[in-house]
Every structure is written in structure tokens, then in C-alpha cells.
């Protein structure tokens, strides 16, 4: 495998634009003859779709729910990054890629992290232009709210909606598309495998999840923007659909697979309340401008209801540890502070598995409508789940699976090792290192999908003849015989086990030796038992109902045979990755009060993971980077 | 619909305040009776024009009704309203019966076909000094409304196009898009002011008939 | 708890279907109403029955994928609350409890409790959009929006698309969820160059897709998880005179 980023010479502020002088162009009337096929219509398929259909290309769409609005970039909640600058506090370009790469705790690539800030703020343009209700001032102008991780106020938000309404700008630029025929739209369909051509992704194979029609689709390039493998955790606060199956089949199909081990465990969502919950919910980060967390300083006052704990009595820890940021430390630092605490017997509420976030204090400042204006909605989820109101007394939160910054390794192009197969969004590694600021998902998906992919796509489209590839090669017959017997074996198996009790065992190990802290012996543990579940999966599964037809067991099924050989990539790279960074965190590598300790020397590098065939360890491979602009230094948040 | 309906509502209004000359004596009524009927042009246009307002009404309602039904061809299990009025839900019988009602009522009092009798009373008005022989519309009303299952069925029927309106009247601000939620209570008051005051207004004639606070002359 | 479950049971889209009752014991107060379900299909599965169809993503409120039609009312009729956020802790023990697809004809059924919603796509597709080509966009502060404005496009942008406007109304209209997608876009400054034409194209639409018309009942508005107020029909209805008389005008 040959790992080339093909990062851009030059100044850093210039990459970007020198790039796209010298990318190769295809003439405007010659575009409708390539075809590219996009699976997912989140934010970086959805806006990538709509982008390419307006430039002239031939686009096909797909994605497993019943509509492209339904993707799961809908649930993000708190906002949207952006260099605007808006509020003259010091931010600029500059500023949100040295957060980002800080914020990624150095694991991240200086070139395109530095793009993803230069095109942040087209993004808030364009989605403007397109009717999303950001929040405003009185003024009519935009309004902005901090987010964790940085010190300049430069986040847009549309109340606790960002994610919906800023898809639904996507969306409706894709249904434009949709209607003038220039994007044809799947719904119900979900990508089973790739196909490559002499090399090259020229194709897929889906599922039509209503009829079971197994079928293949060519191309002149593929990309996937099918989002992340939080689920491989079984309770996340991902949708319950989304999977790895796309990510999973390119990578044993040859594509790279970078960082696995890099997942972000969001410090504030609802704590589970038992064995029968399927998700977990978010509360977004932004509740941390104005909720204060703690725990009871005495673990004997946990039981008691927190009104009656005094205020003496109470431990505000990130306040405590982390006085310069506060509440608003970072993701992974607040994560593991909380689990911290209840590790040490001080959490609270059922299973001592929960922190309090406080809004007395700002209600008491600022008013209860103010508080109800900025966060409303998000407190009217947490008391619809859990039966109690923020404004009384404090809500519960733990941290959860959100997240993965890991991916299919892409090069700058955001081309994978596979020539023709383009990953964008959470399904790539690109720009988050091991860890993700908050705010910055959304800017990605968009960033991919608006700004970069529409500037490097053509550049691989000018070399390749179009329309020469079709489904009636031996190429698809094969790969489609491959997922058809597949499928099959999937429901002729007839065992005791449901996949969703095997995909629960499977969480449990995952949450447990892969989650928010890990350790060798918990890591050769789960890389014992993980095939052992793999083994019972597939000895053992039960399947009912028939492969054509409409059959959500027979999809469950083989979204989690892609989560049990993603999970044991996981382990491996969470393995021998035997440092510490951002939300990758090895108990072995850490200060004496707890803070993560990076092993620069060994690790300032982007693993790459080759696939070598089923039961064979991976080869690991790596993509040394290099820090010019944001010198090399340890995170400090305090 | 809602235009069909709005010239409906309107006209209703003014043949209240028609039926409420009653009060004022035998020859006030008549006399504004005749003036109505003076110029045949005026009265069978108008004739024509309330016609064709209640058959597009009439015919507007069953086709959207069809399309409706073709909508949703299979009904829950369980059909709730929890917010749907029981005058929107019954606009359909309402209208049924108002439909009904208006034929009678126009065989009744316009054509007189069931009652023929009420041809042959007359009343002579004095007009510019002329003795002219009219119709005796108020004596045809007192002694229709002295029958008392005529005055039942009229003030049962009258308070079906009360419920009418008031879902109609408001649900006319809301076809012609000028509700909102401000005004949304505030014209749907209205809405339920307009349909009492039409009930009201017409259901005194035979109440104070039926009370005999009217008589007939003589 | 326990309880018993009528539930809606069709093979495929063009077969007829049927309801079944199933009883399912030991449901946690604390878990949601589609919990309580993959309780169920976990049971179905292990006795090697075919599980019930259902839709659901997110499952917090925001997808809008989830439907069902739950005693009669889609999402459950708690205000403000799509099925997936409607926990078991509001029914009672032993309660039966009907679960049945939303229905209307531009909604097939494709199996058991699993509709065909693409007629909103449809609409969409007509004219939900404000025509702006990526990379083309001014300054987002040169346009100034008054913040109750703003406030106000939120609201309307909040629908989900789920439907239960549609099964709610017992003429399958979707009047509230067309009107507010164009309430949305043409209130706002960016969206008025294109007001008449997203009017009249997305109402036409919508006619075509079969949904039934509006009786101001009220109860599309009743049912909506976000809560989209009536307003938007009759500022949908205005949008659609003025459009129209401007259009017979200028013909």
C-alpha cells in the first residue's frame, strides 16, 4: 500500500488555492458525461451531491433511510464553526486551525485542517443564502455562542437545531437536483459492497432494503460520505441505522483504514436507565456555556437529592482542574474527569453512572427565559426521556460514544488508497486528529462537500475516459455472486441468537476495553473475545423472514458482521498505538493527575491499516506528519 | 368554497335583518317586501346568483369531500380528534341538512307549493299616494310559524347553520389567509359572535310567534 | 408493566393486512415505546417469527423517520413528542395499546408498520428550495434579518417531515407540512425571488401526490411533534391567491 498524502508545496496559507490552480479541470460541457456515484446524503454527501449536479456532473445518490433528509447529521445540535470573526474577538483563519490541530491533540494533517478553516466561512455564507434560520441578533446580524475547546466566540447556531436545519439546507439543495434530473435519488438502499476495475472504484453493489433486490450501480468514481462507527459500541448517540458496512467493504477491498482507535466520547449525554435502552442521547456541549458540572465532594452524599447538597459540599471538578476553560474543557478532558469521578464512587443516580450540570446559577443571572430561549428544546428532550425538568433541579449527564475521528485514510484530494474512491465527512480521517472540537463535525461534512470535493473530484475525472464502464462487466457479476451468497449465509445460519444480543455482547466488550480509557491486558482481552463473538455470530445467528423482502433483522445482521471485524481493527490500533492523544487514552500514558501523555517521537503519525484477509492480522502502516505551523506542544487546558 | 360560502354567510345576514322587520308591523314588512320583489331584473338575477353561489357551494363540497375520501381510502382502527370542534367535524351533516331545509323553505315561503293557501293573502300598500295590492308576507309568516312543527324544525335548522358558520366563517379567514395565531382567537370569536347573532336573529321571529308577541292582524 | 399489543401486520405493499395481538411482559417504565417494540421483535425473532417492520433512526426526536399510529393518534398524542421519545412510564399496566401505520393513500404501505413518505420529497423537489449555487453566496451579514423574523423561519423550518400531519388529518392532507417549508423560505429575504413560482409549484405538487384538503380541523397542528402552528396554511393559502391572481394577471 502506498501512502501518499500529495499535500500541496508552498506557504501553508496557500496550499489551498495553489492546488486548485493546478488541478486538471473537465470542460463544462464534457461533465454530464461522468457519472459519480454518492452514498449518503448527510452534510458531506448531500451537499457534495448537490454541488456536482450544479457544476454539470451525472450524479447518483443513495442512502438507507427512507429520505435524504434523514441523515444523521440532523441530530447535531449546538452549531457550526466558522473564521467570520464576527464578534472582533481575535479570531481568524489562523486562529481555528490552530485550535483545531491543537484541539486534535496533534494527530491531525496541518494542510487540511488549514483548508477546512479558509473554507469555513463560505460555508456559513452559502447556508445563509440558503435559508437557514441561524440565530440573530436584534441588529438582524448573525449571533454567536463559544464552544468547548476554544477561547473566541465563533460558533453559529440555530437554536439547538444547527445540525437539522443546516441538512435541511443541504437537502433542499439536493432536492433542487433531484427535481431538474440531474441527481438521480435512492432511497430505502443501502451499499453492500465496491467494485473495482482494473484498480480503480467504478461501482457498487446495494440492497434495496424494501424489496431485497440486490443490484449494481456503475460509475466513473465512487465516494462515500456514509459517516462513522460509533454503533460498533452498540449504545451511542448515533442513529440506530448507521453502520460501517461501506467504509468496511472499501477497506477490504484495499482502501486504507486510518486511526480506528480514534472515537470521541462526548462528556454530555443522558445516562442509560437500563438493559433494554437501543441509544444514548446527546445534550449538546453548548449547555456547557452555562451549566456548571459536579459531583457531591463526599461520596457518602451521592444518594441525597442534590438540592439538599450544599454548595461547600459540592466539587465543580473541570472548574476546579481546569480554571482558564472551565466547563468548557474540551471533549475528551471532560469526559474522562467525569469518569473519573464516578470511578472514585461519586457519581449519582442510578448505577453511580452520571454527573450533575448545573443551571441554577445561570438562571438565577440571566432568568429562566433566557435560559429557555437559548436551550429550550434540549431541555424539553432531557425531560421527555427522563421524567425531570432542568430548570428544577440539575440534569444528570455521562459521557457516550459520538464520534469517531478514525476513517478511511484520504489524501489531500480526499482520495483513498483506492484511485476513484472518495471518502468525505466522518467516514474519512482527515481533519480531527484524535480528537474533534466541538462545532466542527458540521464544518467538515460541509467544507468536504461544498468547497473541496467539487475542486478535486474533476482533477481524477479529467484522467479517466468516461463512460466506458458498465454494470455488465465480470467485475459486478462477481462482487454481486459475492454479496448474494453472503446474504444467503446470513439466513440459512438458523441459530438462537439474535443479532441485536450479539451486537449488545459486542458493545459491552468494546465500551468496556475500547472506550474512554484503555489498557493492554483490556486490549488483548477484547482481541480474544471479539472473535469468539464473531465465531458465535456466525454459528449461532438467527435471522427470520427471507432476503427479499423488506427484513430489518437480515439488515442488523449484516451491518453488525461489518461492527465485529471493525471492532477488532479497533483493538488493534488502540494496541499499538501505545500513547495517549486526545480521545484515544492509554492508561499507561498519563501525568500523575491524569492527564493524557503523547509519545510525539513514536506517534506523531497517522496509522494506516491494510487489509490481508479474513482472520489475518492487518498490516499497519504509517503517514508521518508534520507540525510546522502549530509547533508540536503538550494541550493544556488549565 | 370559501367564496361560495362568504356570499352564502353574507346573504343569510341580510335576510335576517329581513326577517327581523317583522317587529316593526305588518306594513313595514311588507312594504320592504314588495320593494324587493318591485323590479323583476334586480329579483331574478339576484334570485339566480344566490342560485348558483349554493349549487358551486353544494358541488365544490362533494367534490372535495370525494377527493378527501380518496386521500385516506382506509380509516384507523381507532379515529380520534383531539382538537378538531364538534362544528368542524359536523359541517358535512350540517350541510346536509341546511341543503335539505333550504328546499323546503323555498317550496315553503317562495313557491308556496305546500302551503298553496298563502297565495291568496293579500295587503294593500299605500304607494305614492296609489293603493297597491301586495303580497301579505307577514301574514304568511305568523301563521307559518303558528304551526308548531314548522317552527321546531325552523329553529332546529337554525341552529345547524349556526354551528355552520361558526366553523365556516372561521375557517373562511383561514382559506383566505389572513388568521394567524394573534388572531386566530380573536377571529374565530368572531366567527362564533356572527353564527349566534344569526341564530339569535332569526329564531326570534318564531319564538315571539310561538310566545305571541306577535299575532296575526286582526 | 405488562402489555397487550394489537398490532398492524401486512406481508407487502400491494397484499392486504391484518391486525395480531401480542402480549410482552416485564417492560421497564424508563424504556421508549420503540424499546418496548425491538423487546417485542426480540421475542418474535427468538421464536422464530418474522419481527414487526418499523421505521426509526435518530431516536431523538429530530430524523422524523418514526411514525406509528398509537391508540389513534400518530406519535402517541403527547405534545410535542414523536414515537421514538415517548417512553412507557405514560401508559398503564396492562393497558392494550393499538399500534397501526399511518394512513393515507399517498403513504403505501410497505410492510407492517413501514409507510412510503416519498410524496414530501416530492414536494420538495417542486420548489422547497432557495435556487443559490454553491460558491455563489454574498457575505451572510449583508442580509439582514430581524430577529423575530428569524425566530419565526425557525418555527416553520423545525418540521421533520415525519407525517403525522397526514395520518392525523382525517383527509390525508399535508397542508401543514407543504405550508411550512413555503412559510419558511418566503418570509425570509432570501427567499422572495422565487415566492410565487415555490408556491404555485410546490401546492400543485402536492395535489398530484393524492393528499386531501384542508377542513380546518386542527388536528395536523395537534399532532406535530415540533409543534408547526396553523399559520403556515393560511399563509400558504395567501402566498397561493396572490401567486395566482399575479400569474392571471401578467397572462
Known amino acids: 500500500m502506498i501512502i501518499d498524502a500529495k499535500i500541496p508545496a508552498g506557504p501553508i496559507a496557500e496550499k489551498w488555492s495553489r492546488h486548485k490552480f493546478s488541478n486538471k479541470l473537465v470542460n463544462p460541457a464534457n461533465r454530464r458525461k461522468y457519472h459519480v456515484i454518492i452514498v449518503g446524503t448527510g452534510l458531506a454527501g448531500g451537499s457534495a451531491a448537490a454541488t456536482l449536479a450544479e457544476q454539470g456532473y451525472n450524479v447518483t445518490s443513495f442512502c438507507y433511510q427512507d429520505s435524504p433528509r434523514r441523515a444523521h447529521s440532523i441530530a447535531a445540535q449546538g452549531g457550526i464553526n466558522a473564521a467570520k470573526n464576527y464578534q472582533n474577538d481575535g479570531d481568524s483563519i489562523h486562529r481555528l486551525f490552530y485550535d483545531t490541530v491543537k484541539g486534535g491533540d496533534f494527530r491531525s494533517r496541518e494542510a487540511n485542517v488549514h483548508r477546512l478553516a479558509e473554507v469555513s466561512a463560505n460555508i456559513i455564507d452559502q447556508c445563509a443564502a440558503q435559508g437557514v434560520p441561524f440565530a440573530r441578533e436584534y441588529g438582524g446580524l448573525l449571533a454567536n455562542r463559544s464552544f468547548g475547546g476554544a477561547q473566541v466566540s465563533r460558533t453559529f447556531y440555530a437554536r439547538g437545531a444547527t445540525g437539522q436545519q443546516l441538512l435541511l439546507g443541504a437537502y433542499s439543495a439536493l432536492s433542487r437536483q433531484i427535481g431538474l434530473g440531474t441527481v438521480k435519488m435512492y432511497n430505502r438502499h443501502e451499499m453492500l459492497d465496491l467494485v473495482l476495475v482494473d484498480g480503480h472504484a467504478k461501482g457498487i453493489v446495494t440492497r434495496n432494503l424494501v424489496t431485497g433486490e440486490i443490484k449494481s450501480w456503475a460509475a466513473d468514481a465512487v465516494v462515500l460520505a456514509t459517516g462513522g462507527y460509533s454503533n460498533a459500541f452498540y449504545l451511542s448517540t448515533n442513529a440506530v441505522g448507521c453502520n460501517s458496512i461501506a467504509t468496511m467493504r472499501a477497506y477490504k477491498k484495499g482502501a486504507g483504514f486510518a486511526n480506528p482507535c480514534y472515537t470521541q466520547i462526548h462528556p454530555t449525554c443522558i445516562p442509560q436507565s437500563g438493559d433494554h435502552q437501543s441509544k444514548l442521547t446527546l445534550m449538546s456541549e453548548s449547555l456547557r456555556n452555562d451549566g456548571r458540572v459536579w459531583v457531591p465532594k463526599d461520596a457518602a452524599d451521592c444518594e441525597k437529592p442534590p438540592e439538599q447538597i450544599p454548595e461547600e459540599a459540592r466539587d465543580y471538578f473541570l472548574e476546579r482542574k481546569y480554571p482558564s476553560f472551565g466547563n468548557l474543557a474540551p471533549r475528551d478532558i471532560a469526559s474522562r474527569a467525569a469518569k473519573e469521578a464516578c470511578d472514585e464512587g461519586r457519581g449519582v443516580g442510578p448505577g453511580k453512572r452520571g454527573v450533575y450540570l448545573d443551571f441554577a446559577d445561570a438562571i438565577q443571572r440571566l432568568g429562566e427565559s433566557a435560559i429557555q430561549e437559548r436551550y429550550g428544546n434540549l431541555f424539553d428532550i432531557y425531560e421527555r426521556i427522563t421524567g425531570d425538568s432542568a430548570y428544577r433541579k440539575p440534569m444528570r449527564i455521562y459521557p457516550a460514544p459520538h464520534y469517531t475521528m478514525g476513517g478511511l485514510w484520504v489524501d489531500y484530494n480526499l482520495q483513498s488508497t483506492i484511485p476513484g474512491l472518495f471518502v468525505i465527512g466522518e467516514a474519512n480521517f482527515s481533519d480531527h486528529g484524535a480528537n474533534r472540537l466541538g462545532a466542527s463535525a458540521l464544518m467538515q461534512g460541509l467544507a468536504d462537500g461544498y468547497f473541496v470535493l467539487p475542486n478535486t473530484l474533476p482533477n481524477y475525472l479529467a484522467g479517466e475516459k468516461p463512460g466506458i464502464i458498465n454494470t455488465g462487466l465480470d467485475a459486478f457479476q462477481e462482487v454481486e455472486a459475492d454479496v448474494n451468497a453472503f446474504t444467503e449465509k446470513l439466513l440459512s445460519i438458523n441459530g438462537t441468537r439474535t443479532p441485536r444480543s450479539l451486537h449488545l455482547d459486542l458493545g459491552r466488550i468494546m465500551w468496556e476495553k475500547c472506550g474512554m480509557a484503555r489498557n493492554k491486558a483490556g486490549l488483548e482481552e477484547a482481541l480474544r473475545k471479539i472473535p469468539e463473538i464473531r465465531q458465535e455470530f456466525w454459528a449461532n445467528l438467527k435471522v427470520t423472514g427471507e432476503g427479499k423482502q423488506l427484513n430489518q433483522e437480515l439488515e442488523r445482521a449484516g451491518r453488525l458482521a461489518e461492527f465485529l471485524d471493525l471492532a477488532e481493527l479497533m483493538c488493534h490500533d488502540a494496541l499499538d498505538r501505545d500513547e495517549s492523544c486526545g480521545g484515544h487514552f492509554r492508561e499507561e500514558h498519563q501525568t500523575e493527575d491524569g492527564e493524557a501523555v503523547r509519545l510525539d517521537d513514536d506517534f506523531a503519525h497517522a496509522a494506516i491499516w491494510e487489509y490481508r484477509g479474513a482472520g489475518e492480522k492487518p498490516t499497519r502502516h504509517v503517514e508521518e506528519l508534520d507540525f510546522k505551523d502549530v509547533p508540536l506542544a503538550v494541550r493544556s487546558y488549565k | ?218 | ?251
Not at chain 3, 89 to 97: A, E, L, P, V
Not at chain 3, 134 to 139: K, P
Open chain 2, 1 to 218: 368554497m370559501a367564496l361560495s360560502g362568504l356570499i352564502l354567510a353574507g346573504f343569510v345576514f341580510v335576510h335576517m335583518l329581513g326577517n327581523l322587520q317583522l317587529f316593526l308591523g305588518q306594513e313595514a314588512l311588507n312594504s320592504y317586501a314588495y320593494k324587493l320583489q318591485s323590479i323583476p331584473a334586480v329579483l331574478w338575477g339576484f334570485r339566480a346568483f344566490l342560485l348558483l353561489a349554493t349549487v358551486t357551494h353544494v358541488l365544490t363540497a362533494i367534490s372535495l369531500v370525494r377527493e378527501n375520501r380518496a386521500a385516506r381510502p382506509k380509516p384507523n382502527a381507532e379515529e380520534k380528534f383531539i382538537q378538531a370542534t364538534f362544528a368542524s367535524r359536523g359541517m358535512g351533516l350540517t350541510g346536509a341538512l341546511l341543503f335539505a331545509f333550504i328546499v323546503f323553505h323555498v317550496l315553503h315561503y317562495t313557491v308556496r307549493i305546500t302551503h298553496p293557501e298563502y297565495q291568496d293573502m293579500h295587503y294593500i300598500l299605500e304607494k305614492n299616494g296609489k293603493e297597491v295590492q301586495v303580497h301579505d308576507v307577514f301574514t304568511m309568516m305568523v301563521s307559518g310559524f303558528t304551526e308548531k312543527w314548522i317552527s321546531g324544525t325552523y329553529i332546529v335548522c337554525m341552529a345547524m347553520l349556526c354551528l355552520h358558520l361558526t366553523h365556516g366563517v372561521s375557517s373562511l379567514f383561514q382559506t383566505i389567509g389572513i388568521r394567524n395565531t394573534a388572531w386566530k382567537s380573536r377571529l374565530d370569536g368572531l366567527a362564533i359572535a356572527y353564527g349566534w347573532t344569526v341564530f339569535i336573529g332569526f329564531v326570534s321571529v318564531p319564538m315571539a310567534v310561538l310566545m305571541g308577541v306577535i299575532n296575526l292582524p286582526g
Open chain 3, 1 to 251: 408493566m405488562n402489555l397487550k399489543l394489537k398490532i398492524w401486520r401486512q406481508d407487502t405493499s400491494d397484499g392486504s393486512g391484518q391486525f395480531k395481538h401480542y402480549e410482552i411482559n416485564n417492560v421497564s417504565p424508563d424504556s421508549s415505546f420503540l424499546e418496548m417494540l425491538d423487546m417485542l421483535n426480540e421475542q418474535l425473532v427468538e421464536s422464530g417469527d418474522q419481527s414487526v417492520a418499523f421505521d426509526s433512526d435518530c431516536r431523538e426526536g429530530v430524523c422524523g423517520m418514526c411514525s406509528l399510529t398509537i391508540n389513534g393518534i400518530p406519535h402517541g398524542g403527547h405534545q410535542g413528542t414523536t414515537t421514538c421519545q415517548l417512553h412507557m412510564r405514560s401508559f398503564s399496566d396492562g393497558q392494550t395499546i393499538t399500534i397501526e401505520p399511518f394512513r393515507a393513500k399517498s403513504f403505501p404501505v410497505l410492510r407492517d408498520l413501514v409507510v412510503d413518505r416519498g410524496g414530501f420529497d416530492e414536494i420538495i423537489q417542486a420548489g422547497g428550495f432557495i435556487t443559490c449555487r454553491t460558491g455563489s453566496a454574498q457575505d451572510a451579514n449583508e442580509i439582514p434579518i430581524p430577529k423575530p423574523l428569524a425566530d419565526d423561519a425557525f418555527d416553520f423550518a423545525a418540521c421533520i417531515g415525519c407525517g403525522a400531519c397526514v395520518a392525523a388529518c382525517k383527509n390525508a392532507s399535508a397542508m401543514l407540512f407543504t405550508g411550512a417549508k413555503i412559510a419558511h423560505l418566503n418570509s425570509l429575504p432570501q427567499g422572495k425571488a422565487e415566492k410565487d413560482r415555490r408556491t404555485l409549484s410546490m401546492v400543485s405538487k402536492m395535489d398530484e401526490a393524492g393528499f386531501g384538503n384542508c377542513r380546518n380541523y386542527g388536528e395536523c397542528s395537534a399532532v406535530c411533534p415540533k409543534e408547526i402552528p396553523l399559520d403556515v396554511i393560511a399563509k400558504m393559502n395567501r402566498d397561493f391567491a396572490v401567486a395566482s391572481v399575479k400569474g392571471f394577471i401578467s397572462k
